[in-house]
């Protein structure tokens, strides 16, 4: 697994475009986030959109498959503004294959698919409910696949260390 760095700002104004509920800030390429702190392998990023009365904040981590660099994913854990809802929402490449949806491996077991749910013009977005079992799992474990296809048979796995996930998700207000 390699962190990406060249592609940070583009996934991470990826990512926020959904954390933070923002389409024209999709369109603008801005990035506003601040990384306020550094979990592991997972930054908490926040940021405060337009018309919210203080800052909300995401876990974000960004990664590219090591065998092929045009495939990056934005992997955002959030807890929504007002409290009742936790998020997993995953940013992938444009030109995968969707209806195939996402996979999710931890720890070498099989967790399931989400769908797709959009796609922008920097990549499609699943997304899944962050339920407790998937939060505990995805907090004890030591490394996620996710997989992504560019054909029907064709999955690409993609490892995402999940080293201070748990701690990161805590920490997140």
Known sequence: MKTLTSLALRSLAGALILAFGAPAFAQSGATTGTV??????????????????????????????????????????????????????????????LPNGLGLYVDGKDIGRAQFVRCFSDGCYAEVILEEPLLETLSGGKMATFIVFQTPEQGIGIPVDLNGFADGFKALP
């Open 36 to 97: 306020k702190s550094q979990h592991g392998a997972w930054a908490i990023v926040c940021d405060q959109p337009a018309g919210a009365s203080a800052d909300q904040c995401a876990l974000l981590q960004n990664v590219v498959a090591e065998d092929r660099p045009e495939i990056g994913l934005s992997i955002v854990a959030l807890k929504t503004a007002d409290q009742k809802a936790r998020i997993l929402r995953v940013l992938a490449p444009l030109g995968i294959l």
